[in-house]
């Protein structure tokens, strides 16, 4: 699911792969390429569009921390803005009263009466409801017959009666069973059509009126994209709908239903269909399928372990030190605690998109810094600021001090100068241009 959509996101996000900050210029390539990414996917054309205003409002006006990339900053963003879009937080279906009462209305197909067995087998074995399931469909005797076979698998009671024609009749009398029959919840399924349709519209609507149901959910297909859409919109001017309930989500959709209903008729997805079998719904987390979107969870993760941890302060002043060639071992030392602070080396290189696999045979002790760390904190403060003074014998007694080899501390050393090197260099703009025409 999704495939598709997930691997245009990372396209798109690879443009600003190199770059060291985020600017207008540089964002607009990423937002055409997350825009069309969307509009493949079948969103809405006013969402999609929104969405990357939005997301380039955002992007422009936050600093790129050092720990993350500009990329992978956008990758959080988007997940942010995404999760939004979707409704933000999971909202329950009501099913409180006496009995609680919930309508389903959609077209025909769309998986309204595989639903409602799924609703009232969710309400049985999860929340320890009694439910009756009612068969409002006067046209199809075939769909209350299919109510029935779901009834029977699930252990629920099912009400219908073929004789009765009108369906505002039937749900009254089935509510007066379920108060008689210790029932604590109704679900009514009610008859479809396959379009919009102005006689259907009218019952469904008298129907809601005559029995003001706790909740109406409005059950569509996620594999007809913007239709889907577009039906929602009918359905919501005229009955004014809680919640929408996307069934189909296992099967090849593009994603757009799930991204844009919400924004356009501005009623959240409660639940999702998954399959044809009577467990197979799920309640709607936005944040859940912004992850499955994006399919890049462990970026978004990373980049919120590196804000938590990021001291912007710390930051600068270490920029300034660097532009001096003045970074030395204290420096070192707090870089390398800040890095311990965001947690398991391996676990973070983990999170790396592609890193993961490539990780996964290769052992790094948790306290790989340890050596290291021994030894700077053998050194004088003198040393650790100016480890241009650390001679032979100065390196004796740090080797001494921390435990380590002669050869460890030289290494160090080496390592440290040339890091300072680099960074002095990477710090100057030209320097870094001519860096690059070189290695071209
Ligand atoms: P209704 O006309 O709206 O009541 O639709 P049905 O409940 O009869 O469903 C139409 C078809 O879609 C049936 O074959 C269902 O088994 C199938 N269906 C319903 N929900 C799902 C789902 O979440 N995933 C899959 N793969 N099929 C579903």
Do not use: W
């Not at 959509?5 to 600017?23: M, N, P, R, W, Y």
């Amino acid at each position: 699911m999704f495939e598709n959509l997930t691997d245009k996101f990372e396209k798109a996000f690879k443009v600003l792969k190199g770059q060291g900050q985020i600017s207008e210029i540089n964002i607009a390539e990423t937002l055409k390429e997350v825009r069309r990414a969307l509009l493949d996917a079948d969103v809405n054309f006013n969402t999609a569009k929104e969405f990357t205003k939005t997301v380039k409002e955002k992007a422009l006006g936050r600093d790129v921390l050092n720990a993350v990339s500009p990329g992978q900053l956008m990758v959080k963003i988007c997940h942010e803005e995404l999760i939004e879009l979707m409704g933000g937080d999971e909202t329950e279906v009501n099913y409180q009263g006496n009995p609680g009462i919930i309508l389903m209305s959609g077209l025909q197909g769309s998986g309204k009466t595989t639903f409602s067995g799924k609703l009232a087998n969710f309400l049985k074995s999860k929340k320890g409801k009694n439910p009756l399931l009612v068969a409002c469909d006067v046209y199809r005797p075939a769909a209350i017959d299919q109510l029935h076979v779901l009834g029977d698998q699930i252990g629920v009671e099912v009400y219908s009666n073929k004789e009765e024609k009108n369906p505002v009749n039937i749900a009254n009398a089935a509510i007066q069973h379920a108060k008689s029959n210790g029932n604590n919840v109704v679900i009514i399924d009610t008859a479809g059509r396959l379009a919009i349709d102005e006689q259907m519209m009218s019952e469904i609507s008298d129907v809601k009126n005559a029995i003001n149901p706790s909740e109406t959910l409005f059950v569509v297909d996620a594999m007809t994209g913007q239709d889907a859409v577009n039906t929602a919109k009918a359905f919501n001017e005229r009955i004014n709908f809680d919640g929408v309930i996307l069934t189909k989500l296992d099967g090849d959709t593009r994603g757009g239903a799930a991204i844009s209903i919400k924004a356009v008729v501005d009623k959240p997805i409660k639940f999702v269909g998954t399959g044809e079998k009577m467990d197979a719904l799920d309640v709607f987390y936005p944040k859940r399928m912004a992850d499955r979107i994006l399919g890049m969870g462990d970026v978004v993760s990373l980049v919120e372990r590196a804000q938590e941890q990021y001291d912007e302060k710390e930051a600068r002043r270490l920029q300034k030190k660097i532009k001096k060639n003045q970074f030395d071992f204290n420096d070192f030392l707090s870089q390398l605690q800040q890095v311990k602070k965001m947690g398991n080396v391996k676990d973070l290189m983990g999170m790396i998109p592609g890193m993961g696999k490539a990780m996964k045979n290769v052992e790094i002790e948790d306290d790989a810094f340890k050596h290291i760390e021994a030894i700077i904190y053998s050194m004088s403060p003198e040393e650790r600021e100016h480890p241009e003074i650390i001679n032979q014998s100065r390196k004796k007694r740090i080797a001494k001090g921390s435990g380590q080899s002669l050869t460890e501390v030289n290494k160090l050393l080496k390592q440290f100068g040339d890091t300072k090197k680099m960074m002095k260099m990477m710090s100057n703009k030209k320097n870094m241009a001519n860096m690059m025409k070189q290695m071209k």
